[in-house]
Structure formats: C-alpha cells, structure tokens
C-alpha cells in the first residue's frame, strides 16, 4: 500500500543553517505531495505542494520538488529562523471514488537555537 | 485559511459519558473528514463524509459514530468515552482538482478521565 517515510529527528539547527528534511514514498497511482507544519498547540497548516512530476512547491522561503525517478519530496530550506521551530509532516493524497486518502509521515521536530 | 471551526477546542469528560465534536466550515466542501493525532501513531482517519448524509469509516473508527446533515457540519460523537479516546481531534476538508488539498481545522484536545 501507500506510505510515507520522513526523517523522524529531533532535528536541532542554528539560526541561519540550512534544512534538509528528507521524505521518501511509495504509491500506485500518481499521488499529489505535501508537506505540513505543526507549531506546539497548534493545527496542521499546509506549507506546500506539488501535484505532479517535476513540480515545485514553495512557500515562506521552503522548497520541495515532486522527484518521481527517487520518489522523494525533500524539504529544504536555506535559512532557518527561530520561528521555523516546529514538526513538519510530509504527506501523500490519493483520490479514491469517495474520499481523498492521505497517508502522513510520523513527523520530524525541528528546533531552532539563536 | 480554509474557514474551518472546531468546538469545543479543550474538553474533560469522564469515563463514560458521550461527547460530541462539532466542525463547521463555510465554503461548502464536500468533502471532511476526523483525524485523531497521538504520539507515535501520528495521524489516524476515523471517519469521512463525501456529502450531506454519506458517511463511512476510516481507519480506527470503533467506539466513534458521525453525522452530517448539513455541507457545512460534521460532528464526531464519542458513544462512551473511554481514555483511551485522549487525543487529539482534526477536523480537514479536501479542496480542490486536481490533487486534492486536505486542510485541517485548529483542534480539539479531548481529555477522557
């Protein structure tokens, strides 16, 4: 079946270093890909996506692009901030007949330090 | 923001009792959905909604039911709540073609004593 595989972490950086947060999946179809950021107490907040091959998704200063050939969509950034603290969930979607399935990765915790 | 609104946001129950979890969008999706969030299991479907009275189970439906009789409400009841049933709760829509984007609402931390 479907599934998602993400570095778990804790992930620990100083301010300003470079993020890689790798995620690898496996799937059938042609899934759209996603990664989600969950700050402490808090709800799942899309960061960004990309829905097919090649495709790159990118938002407050993050990237990921949609690697078919490695079936990967790692997520990077090159700058992190203090306020980057956070867990970041990689995520998969399939349309079935009546529902979106989503398969989740565990999360990777990220800090931080100034 | 997907216009989704969960309540309550923080719940104690005791054992036992029936509790229900309301989600309400705006925007007339058709598709929701509940999640459950715990440590080590990451996030777990137990049940959606594909239209105004079409419901079925995901993953870990036992000991909840759902109903939906408006677009815009779907509520999630815990028959009998047990502790086990701690957690907490997602509300998401799915919006969009193509590649579905599922958004998710702010929570409600239910604790079961």
């Known amino acids: 079946g479907d599934s998602v595989t993400q570095m778990e972490g804790p992930v620990t950086l100083s301010e300003e270093a470079f993020l890689t947060i790798n995620c690898t999946y496996t799937?059938?179809?042609?899934?759209?890909l996603f990664w989600y950021v969950q700050y402490p107490g808090e709800g799942l907040q899309l960061l960004l996506k990309a829905t097919k091959a090649d495709d790159k998704g990118s938002n407050k200063g993050f990237e990921a692009t949609y690697r078919k050939e490695t079936t990967s969509f790692h997520l990077e950034k090159g700058s992190v901030q203090v306020s980057d603290s956070a867990v970041y969930f990689c995520?998969?979607?399939?349309?079935?007949?009546?529902?979106?399935?989503?398969?989740f990765g565990p999360g990777t915790s990220l800090s931080v330090i100034p | 923001d997907a216009g989704i609104t969960q309540s309550p946001r923080h719940k104690v129950t005791e054992t036992g009792t029936p509790v229900t979890l309301r989600c309400h969008q705006t925007?007339?999706?058709?598709?929701m959905y509940w999640y459950r969030q715990d440590p080590g299991h990451g996030l777990r479907l137990i049940h959606y909604s594909y239209g105004v009275k079409d419901t079925d189970k995901g993953e870990v439906s036992d000991g909840y039911s759902v109903s939906r009789s408006k677009t815009e409400d779907f509520l999630l009841t815990l028959e009998s709540a047990t502790s086990s049933q701690t957690s907490v709760y997602f509300c998401a829509i799915s919006v969009g073609l193509p590649g579905n984007t599922i958004y998710f609402g702010e929570g409600s931390w239910l604790t079961v004593v």
């Open positions: 799937a059938t179809g042609y899934p759209s």
């Open positions: 995520a998969l979607s399939d349309h079935k007949t009546s529902y979106d399935k989503v398969i």
């Open positions: 925007e007339n999706h058709r598709y």
